[in-house]
């Protein structure tokens, strides 16, 4: 059996990895893509976890929820980043600035 | 009410006398212009009244004294009161009987003035002041009535103010007085200190405290107090200063003649009669204080003033002038004849002076008032105040012609006048007490001779000019329109003529020891020299009638050629023996440039200073504005500046940035993480 | 060391290389289909777990659904929008710096948690009941669904048409902002 530690250690290097993309990319969609890799290293320890709850199965469960929720998030996301490219003419999150003080 | 039972109390008839003419002085410069005679003549004439009323009380009785405590200094009380013996009854009447004639005289020669009313208020200013002079009984009273007669005379002889030389006149006449007025000062300081009063009997009376002090060991004590020897023969002088101001004697008798500004009324009542006799009644009053040095120096003033007044009268051309002169003279020799012990020979000669020089000034009034009319009239200017211009006035005004004949007679003491008793009886006196002294004070009678007898050609030659001859302005024709003045002016002429005689005096035309007058005042020390009392007047009026003879022969028959105007003693004598300008140049000018260097002074140094101090206060002003500004604004303005920056600086986190805000919350969590793993 | 962990490290070393990959390639379509290899990965990662039915989600949901969206979205759209996808940054600008630097600390610390935590002495990791290679956890996940989860079934089922009505409005033509 796989230790419980190795899963996590995977999940925490593609959280990271994921934060990486969000923090530092110039273009929305790979952002999204960065995101996705968050909320996929997030699955992976729920399942990891879920191996260990038979009576409840809440890993299981909510492993699948959280993709149900990951596909639904992107389409918004998707529509957003339409949206937004057609108001600021750019997809890069720092041209999207008039926020700024 | 005892007090006020005016038979029993004779101070308060004094008093009351003194005070009367002060009504006109109170109540007439309010008044309308033009009004005011009448008042003043009904105070003066009551005046009059309470004075003669005095005289017959107290001439020869005993003396009156009350008074009342004045004011207190310290522990010092001073008082004020009322004297009555001979000295002042006398003066009383001379001075309201004299002030009355002027008065009447004054209502028709002012007639048209538009300022009369402020004549009669200064009149009465006047008349009080002298008659409250001649009443005091303390040296402080007398300081005070002697300024406020000075005081009188400025504004008498500057009554025309608005002519330039009369306000200059006044003006001199006021600080040479001041001059004077400091010496009786000093002498009543003097005197206060030893004798610590003021009072006239206590000091100077019988058995006085004067009489009491003694000299001893270079010392002068009295009492308990005691000062060097020196200081009385100083206050004797100092007193003695104020009577040269006020008498008009050498040095301070420059005043005088440029007093003729004021009106002819005005000049012979303060300028001949009474004003100018003030400083003989103080030296009398205060005569035991003199000590013989400061007589002999008395005797020497008074022979050289007469002399010298003289000498100029002979050849001044204007009639007020002339009179004037006269007028010094004279007094000079009141002042010698009080320094060689002639007491009451020297008030007697006050007194008949008085009348006839009042009578010569006012006749000398009438003249120039009938000239000026008919100048006026006939639009013909000339000076009518100059005798070159007058003549041939004997016939048209015979009042004036012989008042002034009858004055001139008595002044030059021809027998059968006044003058003739009081001038005479000098004299005697002088050659008496010259006999008694040796070296050069046997030249003094003989001076005062000769000065007699110049005092004759003087004052015929006015007489000849004035009313002899012919005039060289007015011809023939034009002379009848000349008539006499108004008969007021005229019958006053007539009265004070009857004062010029004899008669008045004593019953015994030759004899001046047989006047009543000069028995009142018997102080007698030097020896008789019986021959001398009818050799001298023998010699005197023998030469002035030969003087008189030539002078006639001079001035109306013309048989003298004139040495011409160029010459030196007639300079000197016409300019006054240049005293004027010897003043001018001595005093004036180094006034003047006084003033100009302190003027220069305070414009350089004292406004410098004011203006460098301010001009150092608007520099501090401008370091602390500067300071201001730039530190304490700065100040404040830096902390501005610093939240500003603080502000700016924060304001920047806010980028719009997704990533950068999501960036800046890891961070936080990560190093909250760090820190709780590391403490 | 036997197959199976052969097998899981070599899909792990998998998953993460793609992922690398993915975030550091510079061509967004090839980055893309890289992720397609790391969903692929992940799927195997989940069986290795014992979550058959979830890795069987995983492919169909995430890689058929997800990323065949993102590739249509992206190539559907404007040719400005694909032009404007050409990034000119480097890699070694100072976000970048920054970024890397949080990620790696960021690791450090789940690492230093993970690699601390002695995860038999939890207390219900002792008590819990593994799922043993022989269950079946499909039936198992729809009893839950319908027993258990049944509330957040339903939320989700809600959710997910808010989620297509919510996309469907703003992608829309004619869409004024």
Redesign the interface.
């Known amino acids: 059996m796989i230790p419980l530690s190795h899963f996590m250690l995977i999940s925490a290097g593609l959280f990271c990895i994921g934060l990486y993309a969000v923090l530092t990319k110039r273009n929305a969609i790979q952002v999204l893509i960065g995101i996705e890799f968050m909320i996929n290293a997030a699955v992976l320890n729920f399942v990891a976890f879920g191996r260990y709850d038979k009576i409840s199965g809440g890993g299981q469960m909510f492993a699948l929820f959280a993709i149900v929720l990951a596909a639904a998030g992107v389409a918004v996301a998707l529509a957003i980043i339409l949206n937004v490219y057609k108001y600021f003419k750019s997809i890069d999150p720092t041209k999207t600035n008039t926020l700024k003080d | 009410m005892e007090v006020l039972n005016l038979s029993e109390n004779r101070s308060l008839i004094a008093l009351l006398a003194a005070i009367l003419p002060l009504f006109s002085f109170v109540f007439l410069p309010a008044s309308k212009k033009g009004g005011g005679a009448n008042i003043a003549l009904s105070t003066i004439s009551l005046s009059f009244l309470l004075s003669l009323y005095l005289f017959f009380q107290i001439w020869n009785a005993t003396p009156e004294h009350q008074q009342l405590h004045w004011f207190l200094i310290g522990n010092v009380q001073f008082y004020a009161g009322i004297l009555l013996n001979n000295l002042t009854v006398l003066m009383m009447v001379l001075v309201s009987g004299i002030s009355v004639l002027v008065h009447i005289y004054s209502r028709e020669y002012m007639k048209n003035d538009p300022n009369i009313h402020r004549y009669w208020a200064y009149l009465g200013l006047f008349c009080f002041s002298m008659l409250g002079l001649v009443i005091s009984d303390s040296l402080l009273l007398i300081y005070i009535f002697w300024e406020l007669v000075g005081f009188s005379s400025y504004l008498l002889i500057g009554f025309w103010f608005s002519k330039h030389a009369a306000s200059q006149a006044a003006k001199k006449a006021f600080i040479i007085n001041r001059i004077g007025d400091l010496g009786f000062l000093s002498g009543i300081m003097i005197i206060y200190t030893q004798f610590h009063t003021l009072d006239l009997l206590e000091i100077f009376g019988e058995g006085g405290k004067i009489s009491a002090a003694i000299i001893r060991d270079g010392l002068w004590l009295s009492g308990s107090q005691q000062m060097p020897m020196q200081w009385l023969t100083i206050a004797g002088f100092a007193f003695f200063l104020g009577a040269v101001a006020k008498s008009a004697q050498f040095p301070l008798h420059t005043w005088l003649p440029d007093a003729m500004e004021g009106p002819t009324s005005v000049s012979s009542l303060i300028h001949a009669a009474t004003m100018v006799a003030a400083g003989v009644f103080l030296v009398a009053r205060i005569y035991p204080v003199f000590d013989p040095l400061v007589l002999d120096v008395m005797v020497w003033i008074g022979a050289f003033t007469a002399f010298m007044a003289a000498t100029i009268a002979l050849t001044q051309n204007d009639i007020k002038r002339i009179l004037a002169y006269s007028t010094i003279s004279q007094l000079g020799f009141m002042v010698m004849a009080l320094g060689i012990g002639a007491y009451s020979e020297s008030i007697f000669h006050l007194t008949t002076h008085a009348f006839f020089k009042c009578l010569l000034f006012l006749a000398a009034g009438s003249v120039i008032h009938q000239l000026h009319h008919y100048s006026v009239k006939n639009s013909h200017e000339f000076d009518y105040q100059d005798i070159r211009l007058m003549g041939g006035l004997r016939k048209r005004m015979p009042f004036a012609f012989w008042g002034m004949c009858l004055a001139s007679a008595a002044l030059v003491g021809l027998p059968l006048t006044s003058g003739f008793l009081s001038k005479d009886s000098i004299l005697i006196k002088a050659f008496e007490w010259a006999a008694t002294r040796n070296g050069v004070f046997t030249i003094l009678p003989w001076l005062m001779v000769l000065t007699s007898w110049l005092t004759a050609f003087y004052i015929f030659r006015l007489l000849f000019k004035v009313f002899f001859a012919e005039s060289r302005e007015i011809k023939e024709d034009k002379l009848v329109q000349i008539n006499d003045s108004p008969i007021q002016m005229s019958y006053v002429l007539l009265i004070l003529s009857f004062f010029c005689s004899f008669i008045v005096f004593s019953f015994n035309p030759i004899s001046s020891e047989a006047s009543w007058l000069w028995n009142g005042f018997k102080l007698l020390k030097i020896r008789e020299i019986s021959s001398y009392h009818w050799l001298l007047p023998l010699i005197l009026n023998s030469g002035s009638f030969t003087i008189i003879f030539f002078s006639y022969r001079i001035y109306v028959q013309g048989k003298w050629t004139n040495p011409g105007e160029r010459n030196l003693l007639y300079r000197f004598s016409k300019r006054g023996w240049y005293f004027n300008e010897i003043y001018n140049f001595l005093f004036i000018k180094s006034l003047e440039k006084l003033s100009l260097f302190t003027f220069q002074f305070d414009l350089t140094v004292i406004d410098g200073l004011v203006n460098r101090i301010a001009t150092l206060t608007k520099r501090i002003s401008l370091v602390i504005d500067w300071f201001d500004r730039t530190i304490i604004d700065g100040l404040v303005n830096a902390l501005g500046l610093l939240s500003g920056y603080i502000g700016r600086f924060f304001?920047?986190f806010?980028?719009?940035?997704?990533?950068q805000y999501?960036?800046t919350m890891?961070?936080v969590m990560?190093s909250f993480?760090?820190l709780s793993?590391l403490i | 060391m036997d197959q199976e962990q052969i097998i899981f490290y070599f899909f792990a070393a998998s998953v993460l290389i793609s992922a690398l990959s993915v975030v550091i390639m510079e061509n967004l379509v090839r980055s893309i289909f890289l992720f397609f290899v790391t969903l692929f990965s992940l799927a195997a990662l989940y069986l290795f777990a014992l979550a058959d039915f979830i890795a069987l989600a995983q492919v169909v949901i995430y890689a058929g659904g997800v990323l065949v969206l993102m590739l249509f979205a992206f190539m559907l759209s404007n040719k400005e929008l694909l032009n404007s996808l050409k990034p000119a940054a480097s890699s070694f600008k100072f976000n970048n710096f920054a970024g890397i630097l949080i990620s790696l600390l960021f690791l450090l610390i789940l690492f230093t948690v993970i690699v601390n935590t002695d995860f038999n002495q939890i207390a219900w990791m002792q008590q819990s009941v593994p799922i043993n290679v022989a269950d079946n956890t499909t039936h198992i996940i729809g009893i839950h669904t319908m027993t258990r989860y049944l509330l957040p079934f339903e939320i989700l089922s809600v959710f997910l048409m808010m989620a297509l009505i919510g996309a469907a409005h703003l992608a829309r033509k004619g869409n004024k902002i």
């Open positions: 304001r920047n806010q980028t719009g940035r997704l990533q999501l960036m890891l961070l990560l993480f760090i793993y």
